[in-house]
Nanobody, 123 residues
Framework: QVQLVESGGGLVQAGGSLRLSCAASGRTFETYALGWFRQAPGKEREFVAA????????VYAESVKGRFTISRDNAKNTVALQMNSLKPEDTAVYYC????????????????WGQGTQVTVSS
């Protein structure tokens, strides 16, 4: 059984930075993709970034390009999301999710989800 546990959320002022981490366990992930999604109150879940465990291919939502960086540590089975230049509109619960195969920007394509971590950016 795959388990994902997010950490690193918190409260930060606009312009600040946070680093989220997703620890994965339960199987080897070299053929998997891992994505970060977020959901703000009253809004639909949206894609943030995704990476291939094995090859490092990355994709980002336009709203976070140039500010967020997704990276992986295969030895530790963790994927990080470095978030810089945060804006109040980045406030949301952030989830990591994983699926076997290529990266996808669609949440419904992912099979396993973490419990989420709250990120709040004050203006």
């Amino acid at each position: 059984q795959v388990q994902l546990v997010e950490s690193g959320g918190g409260l930060v002022q606009a312009g600040g930075s946070l680093r989220l981490s997703c620890a994965a366990s339960g199987r080897t992930f070299e053929t998997y993709a891992l994505g970060w999604f977020r959901q703000a109150p009253g809004k639909e879940r949206e894609f943030v970034a995704a990476i291939l465990w094995g090859g490092g291919f990355r994709v980002y939502a336009e709203s976070v390009k140039g500010r967020f960086t997704i990276s992986r540590d295969n030895a530790k089975n963790t994927v990080a999301l470095q978030m810089n230049s945060l804006k109040p509109e980045d406030t949301a619960v952030y989830y990591c999710a994983t699926r076997r195969g290529i990266v996808s920007m669609r949440g419904n394509d992912y099979d396993y989800w973490g419990q989420g971590t709250q990120v709040t950016v004050s203006s």
